[in-house]
């Protein structure tokens, strides 16, 4: 077993600090410029990107043949608008840019937001390929579909590429479009419900939110995360602790699995869209300490994605070039404030003992089996590191002994207050966050008993449940 990892959190109440870098308000708006004059390619090819794609293309890396296997071989491929489009970026082999054109030029009755998005792509990357004729066709497709408004992160996404992409033939160069997203959409609503703890940015959408801070950053200088700096401070990490430990055979390579709550085994496509995730947010900041465990914990070959959907992204993303730090100094124990999430393990080894909590429901994985916990159930504590994790129902009246020198106790009632008392210590009281976690610290030094109550008259009365109901 590996070496146990200190945990990276500051005992401190969760809230204060965080919600102090969550500024819903954002930068003056009369100061900020959405006119896009970046020459083509401006979708996620920033120059310096493209260079080294197309180094792995003259050194024909690993990844790069995947890639072009997969299209010389006229594999079936899921997105084929982006992955021709890409192709020829790369090659300049117009037979490429014929393919992503004609694909895009096809009729789709009603183009939905991973269409809209693809069509921006071949509009931005095979330019240079298209007849002006091809170009007015395809750019009268893509300023209808965005005409059609939005509501989720994947069609905000494709709202902002065809933006992008078509400023020159928009008549404020996408000024009104982007500042929209941005200002109405990003900040008065998206950035208000993080600051509550509400799931605003589901999981399986953090690509698509990854894509966008990318292409924004790059031709209008804004970065998101700015008006959200509590919620995207620890995202890597959440991101990395936020998988189970044993890989996932599928046939064409191994998976690390993101947390879900679906019955059934786990969806190849969903892990392969979360490891896209994790080496766009390497790109993204690639200097943080955090990204820099996260690249060490992505960057091992036997998890290079290999099948028609991932090897693109594995492609486009991954940087083995940039270092990339021994994941196993990554927190065994990480604590996400604005949602209560917790996920914590016994170590980095691929057999650990694994608890999370997200979504407000529990989930344990050991001996390389996944149980999910009924709503409202009890868990026994678990060790890990230097801290105890244990799980009560909402409101209950609970003791716990503890040797470590922190406490989570998971379901309780949400941003609550209760009553805390440990041998030989006055009692104090402590608030859950908003998904009724609690975090205690302790002496750490012995073996002390911890007792936990819900303040005020809700809690009079109130029986622990047993830890009996495994779905």
């Not at 995360?225 to 996932?248: M, N, V």
Request: hydrophobic share 45%.
């Amino acid at each position: 077993m590996r070496g146990i990892a200190a945990i990276s959190l500051t005992l401190i109440a969760p809230w204060a600090g965080l919600l102090a870098g969550q500024n819903p308000v954002g930068p003056n708006p009369d100061a900020e410029d959405f006119h896009v004059y970046r020459d083509a390619p401006r979708l996620l090819l920033t120059p310096q990107r493209l260079r080294l794609l197309q180094r792995e293309h003259e050194r024909q890396s690993p990844r790069w043949e995947q890639y072009d296997g997969l299209i010389s071989g006229s594999a079936p491929m899921p997105e084929p608008g982006f992955a021709w489009a890409l192709y020829y970026q790369v090659t300049r082999q117009p037979a490429a840019a014929k393919q992503a054109i004609d694909w895009a030029l096809k009729d789709v009755a009603a183009p939905d937001a991973s269409v809209l998005r693809q069509l921006a792509l071949v509009f931005d990357w095979c330019g240079p390929a298209m007849t002006p004729a091809q170009a007015d066709r395809l750019a009268t497709k893509i300023q209808a579909a965005l005409a059609k408004p939005a509501t989720d992160v994947r069609g905000q996404n494709a709202r902002v590429f065809a933006a992008i992409a078509l400023a020159d033939r928009l008549p404020d160069q996408g000024n009104a479009v982007l500042s929209e997203i941005v200002q109405k959409w990003w900040r008065a609503q998206i950035v208000p419900q993080l600051a509550a703890g509400r799931p605003a940015l589901p999981r399986e959408q953090r690509y698509a939110l990854y894509e966008m801070l990318h292409v924004l950053r790059d031709n209008v200088k804004i970065d998101l995360r700015e008006s959200a700096a509590g919620y995207f401070k620890d995202l890597p990490l959440e991101h990395l602790t936020g998988h189970y430990p044993a890989p996932f055979a599928a046939p064409e390579n191994e998976f690390l699995i993101p947390v879900y709550l679906h019955d059934g085994n786990p969806n190849p496509a969903d892990a392969a869209m979360s490891r896209a995730t994790g080496l766009a947010m390497v790109a993204y900041d690639s200097n943080a300490l955090d990204s820099q465990l996260l690249q060490g914990w992505l960057l091992r070959d036997r998890f290079m994605m290999r099948g028609s959907l991932g090897a693109v992204y594995e492609f486009l993303w991954a940087n083995p070039y940039q270092p990339g730090l021994n994941y196993d100094h990554a927190p065994l124990v990480f604590h996400e404030p604005f949602t209560g999430e917790v996920f914590a393990r016994t170590s980095w080894d691929e057999d650990a003992t694994w608890i999370g909590y997200f979504e407000g429901r529990l989930q344990l994985f050991q001996n390389g089996k996944l149980q999910t916990l009924r709503q409202g159930a009890a868990v026994s504590p678990v060790q890990v590191g230097t801290a105890t994790v244990v799980s009560a129902p909402a409101q209950d009246a609970a003791k716990f002994r503890v040797t470590n020198d922190t406490l989570f106790v998971l379901g309780l009632a949400p941003q609550s207050e209760y009553a805390v008392e440990i041998d030989d210590q006055e009692l104090e009281f402590l608030d859950t966050d908003a998904g009724g976690t609690l975090q205690v610290p302790t002496p750490g030094s012995s073996d002390v008993g911890v007792r936990v109550k819900l303040r005020g008259p809700s809690a009079e009365g109130v029986k622990a449940t047993p830890a009996d109901a495994i779905k």
